[in-house]
């Protein structure tokens, strides 16, 4: 997964991206590191079954889905809003994980508050038995051990490493495998820099920073300029950006540059995290608002990116 992509700025300045989305189309980018070790823990535990949390366009319910159809697990997905229930043939995401063999279990948010809970998962092991359990979002310290995989020798010339956040698993495996003279930026998906004391807990480094105002108003959150830059880099560049994490960053970076945040002859290295099925999801809500959509051909890219990588899991 060498970068495939390099652009040059003024100032010398040039960014590179590195394709962790061409890992796997199914389990690609920080999903496919995410579950590595949980998946290899799960068969050192004799473990049956994978359970997992998640929204209605969730990448890590997708990924989860898939990858325990290929390992040979049973998944079962505790799905955010019960009134997803009866939606399921309307949403890619989900009818894509319930193809894979996920068993769904819908629940109100209220009670998806409680997912770390330990009556609310006691109750969960009552009603389904026996399960590995693998958190929201797939972060945990095997999840980080599994990041810290994604920068390579390869990558020390980089100045900067530029990585989107969704829970912090990934940004936290990175700052952990950094080296001294590197800089770790990231570009949270969520308002707020609550995320600063996740991070602390699995970063061993203190050379990074959240970059908290390219959001767009929030989680899974987008609008035109956004929506019109992501079909712009696609047209020039052949790379799909995912509209929740990756394409976030992208914008946010390359803001940042005119905006002369970056040193003379920086050399910056983006992280693509995947999360390409979502654009499905994503257009589906913008047709519905009568809103522009983003112009990927998302089973075109998964088809042409399909290293089959995923037997190293």
């Not at 590191?33 to 359970?51: I, S």
């Not at 998640?54 to 890590?60: E, I, L, P, T, Y």
């Not at 290929?70 to 989900?94: H, M, S």
């Not at 088809?303 to 037997?311: E, I, L, P, R, T």
Request: charged share 20%; hydrophobic share 40%.
């Amino acid at each position: 997964m060498n970068q495939q992509l390099t652009i040059l700025f003024p100032n010398s300045i040039s960014v590179h991206i590195k394709r962790e989305d061409l890992i796997h189309p199914f389990v690609s980018g920080n999903k496919f590191r995410k579950l590595k070790y949980n998946l290899l823990k799960a068969k050192e535990e004799n473990q049956e079954t994978l359970l997992t949390f998640g929204g209605a366009f969730s990448n890590h319910i997708a990924a989860v889905a898939f990858a325990g159809k290929e390992k040979g697990f049973k998944t079962i997905g505790i799905i955010r809003g019960d009134e997803l229930r009866t939606k399921i043939l309307e949403n890619p995401t989900l009818l894509f994980a319930q193809n894979c063999g996920m068993q769904l279990e819908f629940i109100s948010r209220e009670a998806y508050r409680l997912k770390n809970e330990i009556s609310f998962l006691e109750n969960l092991k009552q009603k389904f038995g026996s399960f590995y359990l693998i958190p929201e979002g797939g972060t945990n310290a095997l999840a980080i051990k599994g990041c810290q995989e994604i920068l390579t020798q390869k990558d020390a010339e980089f100045d900067y490493i530029c990585c989107p956040i969704g829970t912090g698993g990934t940004i936290s495996g990175i700052i952990n495998s950094v080296l001294p003279h590197q800089k770790v930026l990231g570009f949270p998906a969520l308002k707020g820099d609550f995320l600063k004391a996740e991070i602390c807990n699995f970063a061993q480094n203190e050379n990074w920073e959240l970059i908290t105002d390219y959001h767009f108003g929030g989680y899974g959150k987008v609008n035109n300029e956004l929506i019109g830059f992501i079909n712009k880099f696609y047209e020039d560049n052949q790379i799909p950006l995912d509209p929740i994490y990756t394409g976030k960053m992208v914008f946010g970076v390359i803001d940042l540059i005119h905006k002369n945040y970056f040193p003379a002859q920086s050399k910056i290295l983006l992280i693509h995290t995947g999360g390409i099925q979502g654009i499905q999801g994503m257009n589906m809500k913008l047709r519905n608002k009568q809103l522009p959509t983003i112009n990927v051909n998302v089973k075109k890219n998964s088809a042409d990116s399909h290293n089959n990588n995923f037997g190293r899991l």
